[in-house]
C-alpha cells in the first residue's frame, strides 16, 4: 500500500463558523453601504439638478438672463461630477462602514429637501 502525500490545494477546506458569519456580515454590510451610497448620490443629484433650473417658467428662456445660464451650466457641472463618484467604489470595508453610517442618516434627510422643494 503505497501512501501518497496529501498537497494542501487538494484538501478541501471549510470554514470555521466564525470565519464564514465575518465574511456573511461583511458580504451585507457591503451591500447595505453600496446601496445606500447610490441612494444618497442619486438623490443628491437630483436636488443639485432642480436647485440649477432657471428661475422662469421653461428651461428654454434660460439665456434670457446670464445669472440663470450660469447656474445651469454649473449645476450640470456639478451633476456631472456627483454622477462620476457614482462610479467609484469604497475601497475598505471601513469605507463601507462610514458610508452605511452616512446613508443611514443622509438619506432620510434628502429626501425631506427634496420634498421641500419641489
Sequence with gaps: MSSTPIREHEVPHSQPAAEQGASDRARRLRTASIAMRAV????LAIVCLRVSLPQSESIWTV????????RLLLGLAACGWIAAQLFSMPKDMEAHRIWLYLGLAAVPFILICIVGIW
Design 40 to 43: 444618497f448620490i442619486l438623490v
Design 63 to 70: 439665456y434670457d438672463t446670464p445669472g440663470d445660464l450660469i
